[in-house]
């Protein structure tokens, strides 16, 4: 194996230009000689440089990632969207045992301040007339339930998820 690589830190070469005597000729400064040694030096140098920079730039690309998953969790748990349907319960035609209700869950990201979060419920569908009132309840980090207060025998909403907390 070259000296090169069995290095293990790199000490620069402090180098000297060889200087004479303009009179007489004489070496004044033997100057550093450019041989096996000084050059396996270099090389050693530009070896460790490259070992560094690859370190340096594998490091900056792991935070890179782990930077943009934070930005991704951040942007999931500060705003999400999606659509659920509440089918009406059986009844005698004026009373009901329950009013219907159903549970939403959320994927991705817990909310990490729950129940501190505020969800927007809007009918898109089904006997919007005989809704009554969506009512969100029971807000957890990972879903929430909505409820019917209306006769209606099916709705379709779109919920918003608004997280400005987080």
Not at 14 to 17: G, H, P, Y
């Given at each position: 194996m070259s000296e090169i690589h069995r290095t293990r830190t790199y000490e620069p070469t402090?180098?000297?230009?060889r200087v004479?005597?303009?009179?007489?000729?004489?070496?004044?400064?033997?100057?550093?000689?450019?041989?096996?040694?000084n050059m396996n030096n270099i090389e050693a140098g530009i070896l460790v440089a490259h070992y560094d920079i690859g370190l340096l730039a594998e490091f900056l690309a792991q935070q890179t990632r782990l930077n943009n998953l934070e930005i991704q969790k951040y942007k999931n748990q500060r705003l999400l969207q999606g659509q659920a349907t509440i089918t009406g319960t059986s009844s005698n035609g004026y009373f009901r045992d329950s009013e219907p209700f159903?549970?939403?869950?959320?994927?991705?990201?817990?909310?990490?301040?729950?129940?501190?979060?505020?969800?927007?419920?809007t009918p898109i569908g089904g006997d919007a007339g005989l809704v009554?009132?969506?009512?969100?309840?029971?807000?957890?980090?990972?879903?929430?339930?909505?409820?019917?207060?209306?006769?209606?025998?099916?709705?379709?909403?779109?919920?918003?998820?608004?997280?400005?907390?987080v």
């Open positions: 402090v180098w000297e230009d004479l005597d303009e009179a007489t000729g004489q070496v004044i400064i033997e100057g550093t000689p450019v041989d096996e040694e159903v549970q939403v869950s959320l994927t991705g990201f817990a909310q990490i301040n729950a129940p501190n979060y505020d969800v927007l419920v009554g009132r969506l009512e969100v309840y029971d807000k957890t980090q990972n879903g929430f339930k909505v409820k019917m207060t209306g006769s209606a025998s099916s709705v379709t909403f779109l919920w918003t998820l608004i997280n400005p907390a």
